[in-house]
């Protein structure tokens, strides 16, 4: 019974959380469903969305440019990592781990410290929902109508001649090539929508947590990537509204799930691990299956 | 040469697959040829001549030592393949390379029907895009005008095969490049692709290349048949000569050339 109370208690938190991380599943589904190129810059542009934007907030910027600039600077760093790709032939996921290494002294000078807290500062959440920030159920709600936002967005982009170009040259880009599409400045400009996604995400978390820190970059590709994968398992990815949807969907469940282990008594320090175990169960268990059928 | 102004013009192809290893390979050793605007040409020739590579040289696929491509009197030799795709379009022989398979049918059309032209954050499927595409699936007669909001992984090899032949050609294209593109397909629908190829060429009038292993389909079609061997081009015959040709001829007129080389060699 104490279990049950105390995840009763943490589902609006974990439902706040959950929208916060949205954002970054959906910045890691891109390149990874509708690139096709696996990237991992998520790691280091977070954190560059969470620096920029705290520090503009600190030095007395409005939100609307600190998180502005915040998702332009993560645009820049998926443009960074592309190109890394595309000129020098390494892979995405090698360039990726390059730029977000980088990024990590980057970050620390962006906010010329390790850390910056925003207690004392206007954020998204006191300068809309009051100067507590909001009860988490009405900070869900906020966070909510910024992903319908989002997702309306992409929806809309992905269905433009552009859009199809893009989800052309991720499907196959030898057919891209065929077709007129420069495959390079496609692969571009997913990569920067997904900084872009990752760098809003960070930006929302330090205002959020009313903290930024170069570290909280750390496991969030794989919190991303469970996400997508539980919401796909949830939705599907056959049409590309469920493909897009995933991600969020995903992302609210998988806090779900941390707040079921946090209730069961497992630490935050355990959550990396189960994470990790969960996402590998995901992956792994299509080809155990395929393995088990072709034995019986 | 006003015929190579207005249709295609192929000089001096070559290329060297690793050169100054001991797997050094001249895949091509001076191809040329030229194509005028509506010819159907046929290009045959035993496995390993260089027939794929000189469609992947022509599209810009794959670079080349030396040589000149132009079409309609436009070098575009040192264009990359996206760009050189704005005049001229492919079907491969495999039929999962030609489209898109996690995209529609109907966007993938899209996605053609704006071949060479600058895209932008217009819609990519109007309804006027989507009357087109149907009056353009009606003619294979597959059925695929019905089903154009299904994902194209949906379809069978022979399905995804015809949707590419028409995207290659929605846009008339100056030039359609097909390399042996019924070759994986199970006889029914390689007979269906074919049919659609000669009706689509037929009725455009479009400057097509077309490899084939088939020796039929060498003789029954086309206006030109060229043959190569060891990356160049032996035998060229026009409509006139090829009209008289059998199979068993060709064989034979094959030989004749191989020998009359090794014999010079
Ligand atoms: N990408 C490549 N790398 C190395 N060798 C190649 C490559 N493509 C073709 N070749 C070689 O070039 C020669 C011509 O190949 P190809 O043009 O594919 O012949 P085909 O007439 O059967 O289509 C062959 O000997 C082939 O092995
Ligand atoms: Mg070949």
């Given at each position: 019974?104490?279990?049950?109370?105390?995840?009763?208690?943490?589902?609006?938190?974990?439902?706040?959380?959950?929208?916060?991380?949205?954002?970054?599943?959906?910045?890691?589904?891109?390149?990874?469903?509708?690139?096709?190129?696996p990237d991992l810059t998520a790691e280091g542009s977070f954190p560059l969305g969470a620096a920029v934007c705290a520090a503009m907030l600190a030095a007395g910027f409005g939100i609307a440019p600190a998180m502005l600039f915040a998702v332009l600077a993560g645009a820049l760093a998926g443009v960074v990592t592309a190109v890394i790709h595309l000129t020098f032939k390494v892979t995405s996921l090698l360039a990726g781990i390059i730029v977000l290494t980088m990024l990590f002294s980057v970050n620390i000078r962006v906010m010329g410290k390790p850390n910056t807290a925003l207690f004392s500062y206007e954020t998204l959440f006191t300068a809309m929902l009051g100067s507590d920030g909001g009860s988490p159920l009405t900070q869900f709600a906020l966070l909510a109508v910024l992903l319908a936002l989002v997702c309306g967005t992409l929806y809309w982009f992905l269905h433009t001649e552009l859009g199809l170009a893009m989800r052309a040259v991720g499907s196959n880009q030898l057919m891209g090539r065929a077709q007129g599409l420069s495959t390079s400045k496609y692969v571009i400009a997913g990569l920067a929508m997904a900084g872009c996604l990752a760098a809003l995400g960070g930006a929302t978390m330090a205002q959020y947590q009313s903290y930024a820190d170069v570290n909280m970059g750390v496991g969030v590709l794989v919190i991303g990537l469970a996400g997508t994968i539980l919401g796909e398992a949830i939705l599907g990815r056959d049409k590309l509204l469920r493909q897009i949807l995933a991600p969020i969907v995903g992302s609210l469940f998988y806090f779900q799930f941390v707040a079921m282990a946090l209730s069961l008594g497992f630490k935050p320090s355990d959550l990396k691990l189960l994470t990790g175990l969960f996402v590998l169960c995901a992956l792994g268990f299509p080809i155990l299956r395929s393995r088990w059928r072709s034995r019986v | 040469m006003p015929e190579t102004q207005a249709g295609v013009h192929v000089a001096g192809l070559r290329k060297t697959f690793f050169p100054g290893t001991v797997q050094e390979k001249t895949a091509l050793n001076g191809v040329s040829f030229d194509l005028a605007p509506g010819e159907f040409a046929i290009v045959i020739g035993s496995n390993g001549a260089g027939k794929s590579t000189t469609l992947n040289a022509i599209s810009g696929e794959l670079p080349l030592d030396a040589g000149?491509?132009?079409?309609?009197g436009r070098d575009v030799t040192k264009q990359p393949a996206f760009k050189r795709a704005g005049v001229m379009s492919r079907v491969f022989q495999d039929p999962m390379l030609g489209t898109a398979a996690s995209l529609t049918i109907e966007e993938n059309l899209s996605i053609s029907a704006r071949r060479g032209a600058t895209r932008s954050f217009r819609s990519g499927l109007k309804k006027a895009d989507r009357d087109r595409f149907r009056a353009a699936l009606e003619v294979l007669g597959l059925g695929l005008e019905n089903r154009m909001q299904d994902q194209v992984s949906l379809l069978s090899g022979g399905q995804r095969q015809s949707l590419t032949l028409i995207m290659a050609t929605i846009n008339a294209p100056d030039l359609l490049l097909l390399d042996e593109h019924t070759a994986a397909l199970d006889p029914r629908a390689a007979e269906l692709v074919v049919n659609a190829t000669l009706k689509t060429v037929g009725r455009q009038n479009i400057t097509t290349l077309m490899i084939t292993h088939n020796m039929e389909q060498a003789i029954a079609h086309g206006d030109r048949l060229l043959m190569m061997h060891e990356g160049q081009v032996i035998l060229d015959l026009d409509r006139a000569e090829k009209a008289k040709l059998t199979s068993a001829d060709l064989v034979s007129r094959f030989h004749d050339v191989v020998s009359d080389r090794m014999l010079l060699n």
């Amino acid at each position: 019974m104490d279990i049950l109370a105390t995840y009763w208690n943490l589902i609006p938190v974990s439902l706040a959380q959950g929208a916060v991380y949205a954002f970054v599943a959906l910045g890691v589904m891109i390149p990874f469903r509708l690139l096709n190129l696996p990237d991992l810059t998520a790691e280091g542009s977070f954190p560059l969305g969470a620096a920029v934007c705290a520090a503009m907030l600190a030095a007395g910027f409005g939100i609307a440019p600190a998180m502005l600039f915040a998702v332009l600077a993560g645009a820049l760093a998926g443009v960074v990592t592309a190109v890394i790709h595309l000129t020098f032939k390494v892979t995405s996921l090698l360039a990726g781990i390059i730029v977000l290494t980088m990024l990590f002294s980057v970050n620390i000078r962006v906010m010329g410290k390790p850390n910056t807290a925003l207690f004392s500062y206007e954020t998204l959440f006191t300068a809309m929902l009051g100067s507590d920030g909001g009860s988490p159920l009405t900070q869900f709600a906020l966070l909510a109508v910024l992903l319908a936002l989002v997702c309306g967005t992409l929806y809309w982009f992905l269905h433009t001649e552009l859009g199809l170009a893009m989800r052309a040259v991720g499907s196959n880009q030898l057919m891209g090539r065929a077709q007129g599409l420069s495959t390079s400045k496609y692969v571009i400009a997913g990569l920067a929508m997904a900084g872009c996604l990752a760098a809003l995400g960070g930006a929302t978390m330090a205002q959020y947590q009313s903290y930024a820190d170069v570290n909280m970059g750390v496991g969030v590709l794989v919190i991303g990537l469970a996400g997508t994968i539980l919401g796909e398992a949830i939705l599907g990815r056959d049409k590309l509204l469920r493909q897009i949807l995933a991600p969020i969907v995903g992302s609210l469940f998988y806090f779900q799930f941390v707040a079921m282990a946090l209730s069961l008594g497992f630490k935050p320090s355990d959550l990396k691990l189960l994470t990790g175990l969960f996402v590998l169960c995901a992956l792994g268990f299509p080809i155990l299956r395929s393995r088990w059928r072709s034995r019986v | 040469m006003p015929e190579t102004q207005a249709g295609v013009h192929v000089a001096g192809l070559r290329k060297t697959f690793f050169p100054g290893t001991v797997q050094e390979k001249t895949a091509l050793n001076g191809v040329s040829f030229d194509l005028a605007p509506g010819e159907f040409a046929i290009v045959i020739g035993s496995n390993g001549a260089g027939k794929s590579t000189t469609l992947n040289a022509i599209s810009g696929e794959l670079p080349l030592d030396a040589g000149t491509v132009a079409i309609k009197g436009r070098d575009v030799t040192k264009q990359p393949a996206f760009k050189r795709a704005g005049v001229m379009s492919r079907v491969f022989q495999d039929p999962m390379l030609g489209t898109a398979a996690s995209l529609t049918i109907e966007e993938n059309l899209s996605i053609s029907a704006r071949r060479g032209a600058t895209r932008s954050f217009r819609s990519g499927l109007k309804k006027a895009d989507r009357d087109r595409f149907r009056a353009a699936l009606e003619v294979l007669g597959l059925g695929l005008e019905n089903r154009m909001q299904d994902q194209v992984s949906l379809l069978s090899g022979g399905q995804r095969q015809s949707l590419t032949l028409i995207m290659a050609t929605i846009n008339a294209p100056d030039l359609l490049l097909l390399d042996e593109h019924t070759a994986a397909l199970d006889p029914r629908a390689a007979e269906l692709v074919v049919n659609a190829t000669l009706k689509t060429v037929g009725r455009q009038n479009i400057t097509t290349l077309m490899i084939t292993h088939n020796m039929e389909q060498a003789i029954a079609h086309g206006d030109r048949l060229l043959m190569m061997h060891e990356g160049q081009v032996i035998l060229d015959l026009d409509r006139a000569e090829k009209a008289k040709l059998t199979s068993a001829d060709l064989v034979s007129r094959f030989h004749d050339v191989v020998s009359d080389r090794m014999l010079l060699n």
